[in-house]
């Protein structure tokens, strides 16, 4: 799978769009640009996917770079409730049965 | 409602002791999975599940061992040859061949060793 670059940490204010950032430079023509969040002391939830259109669900939208070596999530708007760690996965589907999760990016909303 | 359990929520242990964290799934999924997270850390495998009876050590499974004999169960046993055992502990599941979308995660169970 190919290897994903977020910023550590982001902070948003609340009722503000969120915009967390991704780099996936590596990334090959079938794989997929997932992203996941986890809230403190609980487990990842599967918040949005692409291969290379912008895709938007309750939860979010997904933009893709053309080139399709980055990619942004956007929460529209932004509640207290939205603080968390959001990890960028780029995975192929016959990648077997694992997900590989780096550090992410800790997004703080504040009041 | 159908979902991933674990148990306990916390635990505590004294260094030395071996120690048993509890997954148990109703959703049917065939492949399990066990997780570490430390403090400001993602997440890295300790091992995996695809069958029942058959399980594969993941990037950390030194100090742990597993056992899959039933489909709804992949409990994670935390042994004393684990240098650093306190951490946040993650099972989830997916069915065979899972689209990246298509994992459940457990609420976790924080270990703290005293």
């Known amino acids: 799978d190919a290897k994903t670059t977020q910023p550590p940490s982001m902070d948003c204010a609340e009722g503000r769009a969120a915009n967390l950032p991704c780099n996936h430079s590596?990334?090959?023509?079938?794989?997929?640009v997932y992203w996941y969040r986890q809230i403190h002391s609980q487990g990842p939830q599967y918040i949005i996917h692409?291969?290379?259109n912008n895709e938007t669900n309750e939860m979010a939208s997904l933009i893709i770079t053309e080139d399709r070596k980055s990619s942004t999530l956007i929460l529209p708007h932004a509640t207290l409730r939205d603080t968390a760690v959001y990890y960028c996965?780029?995975?192929?589907?016959?990648?077997?049965?694992?997900?590989?999760f780096g550090g992410g990016t800790r997004l703080m909303v504040k009041p | 409602d159908g979902g991933i359990t674990q148990s306990p929520k916390y635990l505590f242990r004294k260094e030395g002791q071996n120690v048993t964290l509890s997954c148990e799934q109703n959703?049917?999924?065939?492949?399990m999975y066990w997780y570490r997270q430390d403090p400001g850390q993602g997440l890295r495998l300790i091992y995996y599940?695809?069958?029942?009876?058959?399980?594969q050590k993941g990037d950390i499974a030194e100090g742990y061992s597993v056992s899959r004999e039933k489909k709804e169960s992949f409990p994670l046993t935390v042994t004393s040859a684990q240098k650093n055992p306190t951490a946040f502990y993650l099972c989830?599941?997916?069915?065979?061949?899972?689209?990246?979308?298509?994992?459940?995660f457990g609420s976790g169970t924080r270990l703290t060793v005293v």
């Open positions: 692409g291969l290379k």
């Open positions: 959703l049917n999924h065939d492949a």
């Open positions: 599940s695809q069958i029942v009876n058959d399980f």
């Open positions: 590596t990334i090959s023509g079938n794989e997929y």
């Open positions: 989830a599941s997916s069915s065979q061949g899972a689209r990246g979308y298509g994992y459940t």
């Open positions: 996965i780029v995975r192929s589907d016959n990648a077997g049965n694992m997900l590989t």
